[in-house]
């Protein structure tokens, strides 16, 4: 998939490991995995490949989330996006913007 994010913090804890941002700090180990999970969602072909992958548990939210999808980076933070496919029958492309890395629990 082609990941794009929506918000440069997100960006910055992928390709540098930290936020410039001091509202996003997170643990070393939790920024380990989301880097970890965003190269699986780079690998997969489509969302029906993340499927399998039990460890992301994989899940369309419901409620006022209603349209944004979510994988699992650990057991209490989650990567929430929004994909979308372009192209034609042959040469298609999913599109994942990332929207949030979230505590699922708050």
């Given amino acids: 998939m082609e990941i794009t994010f929506t918000e440069d913090y997100l960006k910055e804890l992928y390709e540098e490991g930290k936020a410039k941002n001091k509202k996003y700090r997170f643990q070393k180990d939790v920024i380990k995995k ?42 209490k933070y989650r990567i929430e996006f929004i994909s979308s496919v372009e192209g034609e029958e042959h040469n298609t492309i999913t599109i994942c913007s990332i929207i949030d890395l979230s505590n699922h629990y708050s």
């Fill in 34 to 75: 989301y880097k970890q999970t965003i190269d699986k969602l780079r690998v997969a072909k489509n969302i029906e490949d993340l499927y399998p992958i039990k460890s992301l548990n994989y899940e369309k939210l419901i409620g006022d989330k209603k349209g944004i999808e979510s994988v699992r980076v650990d057991k």
